[in-house]
C-alpha cells in the first residue's frame, strides 16, 4: 500500500476519491425533491386542477342545504365553510403524494431508484414531505382562488384576516400529511391497503374536525375527543387567518400542530432509517 492510501485509509477514505457533499447531500436533495414535483405536475390536471371539482360541489351544496345567509360564530356561513373545504383539499392532496409515490415504487420495483442514492433517512424525508407539501399548498391556493371566486358572485366575498395564520397552517398541514403519508406508503403492501387507511383513518379525521360545522355545537363527550384532533387545529387555525373567529386559541393550535409535526419527521425518519418493508 502506497503512503496515499496509507493516508487515505487512516483518514476514513479509499483510493478513489472523496465524499463531495458533505454533511448533507443537497444535489441528491433537491433532485429527489424535483423528482417529487415534477410527478405531479406532469398530470396537472389530475392532481392540481381536479380537487377543484368536489370543492366546487361541497361549497354549491352545503350553502344550498344551510343557505348562504345563515352565520356560524358570527360570519356567513359559506365564509366559514370555505376555508375549511380548502384545507381538506390541502391535506387529502399531501397524503396522495407521499403515500403514492412510495407504494408506486414498491409495487413497480422502482423504490431501489430512490434507496441506492447516497442520502440519508432524514434527507429522503425531507425530500418526500418536500414534494407533499408542494403539492399540498399548490392545490389549497388554486381552490382558495376558486373559492374566492365564487364567493364573490354570492355577496360574501371572501377575505384575509390574519395571513400568517394563512401561511403557517396551510405548512403546517401540508408537512403533517406529507408525514402520515410517508407512514402510510411505508406499510402498504399494496393500493388496497393504502385505500383503507384513507377510508378508516385520513376521511373521518377530516370530515369530524370542524370542517363543515362549529365544533362547540358538539354535546360530551364528542366536544373533548375533537381537541384531541390534530386536524381540527389545523382547520380552526386556517379558518381564523381568513375570518378572524376562533374555536381553540390560536397559539394552542400552533403549538398543537408544530408537536405533532415534529413527532412524525421523527417517526418518519426512525421508520426509513430501519428500512421496514423497504429493504429486502
Same mark, same amino acid.
Given at each position: 500500500?502506497?503512503?496515499? !492510501?496509507?493516508?487515505?485509509?487512516?483518514?476514513?477514505?479509499?483510493?478513489?476519491?472523496?465524499?463531495?457533499?458533505?454533511?448533507?447531500?443537497?444535489?441528491?436533495?433537491? +433532485?429527489?425533491?424535483?423528482?417529487?414535483?415534477?410527478?405531479?405536475?406532469?398530470?396537472?390536471?389530475?392532481?392540481?386542477?381536479? &380537487?377543484?371539482?368536489? +370543492?366546487?360541489?361541497?361549497?354549491?351544496?352545503?350553502?344550498?342545504?344551510?343557505?348562504?345567509?345563515?352565520?356560524?360564530?358570527?360570519?356567513?356561513?359559506?365564509?366559514?365553510?370555505?376555508?375549511?373545504?380548502?384545507?381538506?383539499?390541502?391535506?387529502?392532496?399531501?397524503?396522495?403524494?407521499?403515500?403514492?409515490?412510495?407504494?408506486?415504487?414498491?409495487?413497480?420495483?422502482?423504490?431501489?431508484?430512490?434507496?441506492?442514492?447516497? !442520502?440519508?433517512?432524514?434527507?429522503?424525508?425531507?425530500? %418526500?414531505?418536500?414534494?407533499?407539501?408542494?403539492?399540498?399548498?399548490?392545490?389549497?391556493?388554486?381552490?382558495? %382562488?376558486?373559492?374566492?371566486?365564487?364567493?364573490?358572485?354570492?355577496?360574501?366575498?371572501?377575505?384575509?384576516?390574519?395571513?400568517?395564520?394563512?401561511?403557517?397552517?396551510?405548512?403546517?398541514?401540508?408537512?403533517?400529511?406529507?408525514?402520515?403519508?410517508?407512514?402510510?406508503?411505508?406499510?402498504?403492501?399494496?393500493?388496497?391497503?393504502?385505500?383503507?387507511?384513507?377510508?378508516?383513518?385520513?376521511?373521518? %379525521?377530516?370530515?369530524?374536525?370542524?370542517?363543515?360545522?362549529?365544533? +362547540?355545537?358538539?354535546?360530551?363527550?364528542?366536544?373533548?375527543?375533537?381537541?384531541?384532533? &390534530?386536524?381540527?387545529?389545523?382547520?380552526?387555525?386556517?379558518?381564523?387567518?381568513? +375570518?378572524?373567529?376562533?374555536?381553540?386559541?390560536?397559539?394552542?393550535?400552533?403549538?398543537?400542530?408544530?408537536?405533532?409535526?415534529?413527532?412524525?419527521?421523527?417517526?418518519?425518519?426512525?421508520?426509513?432509517?430501519?428500512?421496514?418493508?423497504?429493504?429486502?
Amino acid at each position: 500500500m502506497t503512503a496515499s !492510501l496509507q493516508h487515505a485509509a487512516a483518514h476514513g477514505r479509499t483510493g478513489f476519491g472523496r465524499q463531495r457533499f458533505g454533511a448533507v447531500n443537497w444535489i441528491g436533495l433537491l +433532485t429527489l425533491t424535483q423528482r417529487e414535483i415534477r410527478r405531479f405536475m406532469k398530470v396537472s390536471f389530475q392532481t392540481i386542477f381536479a &380537487p377543484l371539482v368536489s +370543492t366546487a360541489l361541497f361549497l354549491v351544496v352545503f350553502m344550498q342545504a344551510f343557505g348562504a345567509s345563515r352565520a356560524v360564530h358570527g360570519v356567513p356561513y359559506a365564509e366559514f365553510l370555505a376555508p375549511g373545504l380548502v384545507m381538506m383539499a390541502v391535506l387529502s392532496n399531501a397524503f396522495a403524494n407521499s403515500s403514492s409515490s412510495l407504494m408506486i415504487g414498491k409495487v413497480q420495483g422502482s423504490i431501489v431508484d430512490v434507496l441506492m442514492p447516497p !442520502l440519508s433517512p432524514s434527507e429522503l424525508g425531507v425530500a %418526500l414531505s418536500l414534494g407533499a407539501a408542494a403539492r399540498g399548498v399548490l392545490v389549497g391556493m388554486v381552490a382558495a %382562488l376558486a373559492c374566492a371566486l365564487f364567493m364573490a358572485f354570492s355577496d360574501t366575498p371572501m377575505r384575509v384576516a390574519e395571513p400568517w395564520a394563512v401561511a403557517y397552517f396551510m405548512l403546517a398541514g401540508s408537512f403533517m400529511f406529507g408525514f402520515l403519508g410517508i407512514i402510510g406508503g411505508v406499510w402498504a403492501n399494496k393500493f388496497d391497503e393504502l385505500a383503507a387507511a384513507t377510508n378508516f383513518v385520513i376521511t373521518p %379525521l377530516t370530515f369530524l374536525s370542524g370542517t363543515f360545522y362549529a365544533v +362547540t355545537t358538539l354535546p360530551e363527550p364528542f366536544l373533548t375527543f375533537s381537541h384531541f384532533n &390534530p386536524v381540527f387545529y389545523l382547520i380552526d387555525g386556517f379558518r381564523f387567518g381568513f +375570518t378572524g373567529v376562533f374555536e381553540a386559541p390560536p397559539m394552542r393550535g400552533l403549538l398543537a400542530t408544530l408537536s405533532v409535526n415534529i413527532a412524525l419527521a421523527l417517526a418518519c425518519r426512525q421508520l426509513l432509517k430501519s428500512g421496514y418493508k423497504l429493504k429486502s
